[in-house]
Each structure stands twice: as structure tokens, then as C-alpha cells.
């Protein structure tokens, strides 16, 4: 497995985009929450998280996830996936969680002017 990469975008002048790659794991998790609080002190309306690059989800990543997801509901903040490889997003289906995020295929199709 390589290294864990977070990878911050600014697609619109409201939405902060962060593509996650390699495993988001035990050993990562932490410093993703991290990661995520310094961003989420920019307070974007929308926070859009890209899974496709995460190659291992263990609980303690999905923690994590359902952290932010938590933290975006209190700030009254849009949180939105980008659907992660089948293992991943098999890991959100085991644990009863794929319906509790809004998850988008393509993160193209979200940030469309509508």
C-alpha cells in the first residue's frame, strides 16, 4: 500500500473538494481528522470528499468519516462523497452506513451549474 495523500481543491467559491489516496486506516485516521478540522475552519457550504483513491477502509477510518459527518451536521454544512472502489464502499454497506451520506459517482456531475 502507498502512503496516505489528501489532496485540497477549491472548485467554487463555496465548496472545498479533498481527494483522499491510499488507505485510510488505523494508522491514518487520526491525522485525516486532523486534516479535515483545519479545513473545515474555512466553513465551506459544502465539503466534498473524493474515496475513489482510498484503496483500505478499516472502522477506525469510517469513525472518522462519520466524525466529519457529524461536525459538517452541527455547522449546518452540505457533506458529500465521491464513491470509493467496491471494497470501500462494500465496508459502508456492511455497517449499515450507505445510506447515511450523500454520495455522488462522479464529483463532476455535483459540481455542475445547475
Same mark, same amino acid.
Given at each position: 500500500?502507498?502512503?496516505?495523500?489528501?489532496?485540497?481543491?477549491?472548485?467554487?467559491?463555496?465548496?472545498?473538494? !479533498?481527494?483522499?489516496?491510499?488507505?485510510?486506516? $488505523? *494508522? +491514518?485516521?487520526?491525522?485525516?481528522?486532523?486534516?479535515? #478540522? %483545519?479545513?473545515? =475552519?474555512?466553513?465551506?457550504?459544502?465539503?466534498?470528499?473524493?474515496?475513489?483513491? !482510498?484503496?483500505?477502509?478499516?472502522?477506525?477510518? $469510517? *469513525? +472518522?468519516?462519520?466524525?466529519?459527518?457529524?461536525?459538517? #451536521? %452541527?455547522?449546518? =454544512?452540505?457533506?458529500?462523497?465521491?464513491?470509493?472502489?467496491?471494497?470501500?464502499?462494500?465496508?459502508?454497506?456492511?455497517?449499515?452506513?450507505?445510506?447515511?451520506?450523500?454520495?455522488?459517482?462522479?464529483?463532476?456531475?455535483?459540481?455542475?451549474?445547475?
Amino acid at each position: 500500500m502507498k502512503a496516505f495523500e489528501l489532496t485540497v481543491q477549491h472548485p467554487d467559491f463555496d465548496t472545498v473538494q !479533498v481527494a483522499l489516496q491510499g488507505p485510510l486506516d $488505523l *494508522a +491514518r485516521a487520526y491525522d485525516f481528522d486532523d486534516a479535515m #478540522r %483545519r479545513i473545515e =475552519r474555512d466553513a465551506p457550504g459544502r465539503l466534498m470528499i473524493d474515496l475513489r483513491g !482510498v484503496e483500505f477502509l478499516d472502522t477506525t477510518g $469510517l *469513525a +472518522r468519516l462519520l466524525a466529519v459527518r457529524r461536525r459538517c #451536521r %452541527r455547522a449546518g =454544512r452540505r457533506l458529500v462523497l465521491v464513491r470509493g472502489p467496491r471494497a470501500v464502499q462494500r465496508i459502508f454497506s456492511l455497517a449499515a452506513l450507505d445510506d447515511q451520506f450523500e454520495t455522488v459517482g462522479d464529483p463532476t456531475d455535483e459540481l455542475a451549474p445547475r
